[in-house]
């Protein structure tokens, strides 16, 4: 079965600096899908980034990238020019390419200081 | 177009009572997923459903907990004998197209509050 390991409760980052978020994963499987997805405080579900496991390219969206090693089942976000908007619940998820259900981690609570 | 619909936002039961959770999926959108989010953890699946079958439900407590996609109108998530330990956020999500290829978008979700 696949899990989604996010180390990192709470994480904390100054405006305009750069901030990184971990996520691991367990796979056997060599095609996949993983996401981040942003929560505020209003609860709704954003899609931040994405990734196919099969591309080498990491993904990149503005002011948010992935680091994705698929060797070490490693995907972390990175928040460049953190802005107060950015203040959220993080959470990664894996979703295989057989199965349709996505799992999610713990996530990681971003606060984003003035 | 619409975005993922659910409705109600809040709903509150007192133990014992039924809970039905509704939810709309997005125009074309022919597959629907539900998930249960305890507070202060991540979104845990539950059920995923194409109009009039139920595809995956290996996330779905045996008991109390069912959900169905009828031809037409919502999905409906419905959860009788509700208990304390059902409050919880649920989301539903809907794709075009089997997921992982295709993205999942998310309604807004339903707060279930059990007294």
């Known amino acids: 079965a696949q899990t989604v390991t996010q180390s990192q409760p709470e994480m904390s980052v100054q405006e305009a600096e750069t901030v990184t978020l971990s996520c691991t994963y367990d796979?056997?499987?060599?095609?996949?899908?993983l996401f981040w997805y942003k929560q505020p405080p209003s609860r709704q579900m954003i899609l931040v980034i994405r990734?196919?496991?099969?591309?080498?390219q990491n993904a990149t969206e503005n002011r948010f990238s992935v680091n994705f090693q698929k060797a070490a089942k490693s995907f972390s976000l990175k928040i460049s020019d953190s802005q107060l908007g950015d203040a959220a619940m993080y959470f990664c998820?894996?979703?295989?390419?057989?199965?349709?259900?996505?799992?999610f981690g713990a996530g990681t609570r971003l606060t984003v200081k003035p | 177009n619409a975005g993922v619909m659910q409705n109600p936002r809040h709903l509150v039961r007192r133990r014992g009572q039924e809970a039905r959770l509704r939810c709309s999926p997005m125009?074309?959108?022919?597959?629907v997923y539900w998930y249960r989010q305890l507070p202060e953890e991540g979104l845990k699946f539950m059920v995923y459903?194409?109009?009039?079958?139920?595809?995956?439900e290996s996330g779905m407590p045996k008991e109390r907990f069912s959900a169905e996609f009828p031809k037409e109108g919502p999905s409906i998530l419905r959860i009788q004998q509700v208990v304390r330990g059902d409050s919880a956020a649920y989301f539903c999500?809907?794709?075009?197209?089997?997921?992982?290829?295709?993205?999942?978008?998310f309604g807004p979700g339903t707060r279930l509050t059990v007294l």
């Open positions: 999500a809907s794709s075009p197209g089997a997921s992982g290829y295709n993205e999942q978008f």
């Open positions: 796979t056997s499987e060599s095609d996949y899908y």
């Open positions: 990734q196919e496991a099969y591309k080498q």
């Open positions: 998820a894996f979703c295989s390419f057989n199965n349709n259900d996505m799992r």
């Open positions: 125009k074309g959108h022919s597959h």
């Open positions: 459903l194409q109009k009039e079958n139920i595809i995956d």
